[in-house]
T-cell receptor
Framework: GQNIDQPTEMTATEGAIVQINCTYQTSGFNGLFWYQQHAGEAPTFLSYNVLDGLEEKGRFSSFLSRSKGYSYLLLKELQMKDSASYLCAVGDGNNRLAFGKGNQVVVIP | DAGITQSPRYKITETGRQVTLMCHQTWSHSYMFWYRQDLGHGLRLIYYSAAADITDKGEVPDGYVVSRSKTENFPLTLESATRSQTSVYFC????????????FGPGTRLTVT
């Protein structure tokens, strides 16, 4: 089975840095994905980690520790448009993803 | 336009009616998926398909039927709609290989009255 846990909501100020955590316990693991979802829209892909360590992509970075079943998404220089839900998803090795419930980030001026 | 599309975008139907949600992708991706998204549950996999004529159940398949006669289309049918199937439905596709991200369609908001 799959158990993916994310905090539900956080508020941060424009220009700040925010870290969104994800812990998982899954029967199979073949990569961890982060998606962004704005209200009323479809999820869009942000990042993918399959090996331990940090992957940096512009203002967004994602970290993975497979031994701890832990990942985080780091958002730097927050902008108002970053207000969205951030979804953590685990690949099970059969091209399927199991999603967490998402973390709502609210950016305030 | 290239990409993944869903129709209709909004649908209201009555309990007991059959309704079909359409999904079409132009990338020739091998894999296609149907999810539902509900408050408090996140995205849950209903059915998926690895190729034309190959489909399999996901986490919440009861009450749904899928088919995939062509690579580009993956319709989802609610055989007899129930209020508990009121949800936002997303179709997604991905290329073969576990490192390939899934691309999502715009979603269909379905209300069953």
């Amino acid at each position: 089975g799959q158990n993916i846990d994310q905090p539900t909501e956080m508020t941060a100020t424009e220009g700040a840095i925010v870290q969104i955590n994800c812990t998982y316990q899954t029967s199979g693991f073949n990569g961890l994905f982060w998606y962004q979802q704005h209200a009323g829209e479809a999820p869009t892909f942000l990042s993918y980690n399959v090996l331990d360590g940090l992957e940096e992509k512009g203002r967004f970075s994602s970290f993975l520790s497979r031994s701890k079943g832990y990942s985080y998404l780091l958002l730097k220089e927050l902008q108002m448009k970053d207000s969205a839900s951030y979804l953590c998803a685990v690949g099970d090795g059969n091209n399927r993803l199991a999603f967490g419930k998402g973390n709502q980030v609210v950016v305030i001026p | 336009d290239a990409g993944i599309t869903q129709s209709p975008r909004y649908k209201i139907t009555e309990t007991g009616r059959q309704v079909t949600l359409m999904c079409h992708q132009t990338w020739s991706h091998s894999y296609m998926f149907w999810y539902r998204q509900d408050l408090g549950h996140g995205l849950r996999l209903i059915y998926y398909s690895a190729a034309a004529d190959i489909t399999d159940k996901g986490e919440v398949p009861d009450g749904y039927v899928v088919s995939r006669s062509k690579t580009e289309n993956f319709p989802l049918t609610l055989e007899s709609a129930t209020r508990s199937q009121t949800s936002v439905y997303f179709c997604a596709s991905s290329d073969q290989g576990d490192s390939y991200e899934q691309y999502f369609g715009p979603g269909t908001r379905l209300t069953v009255t």
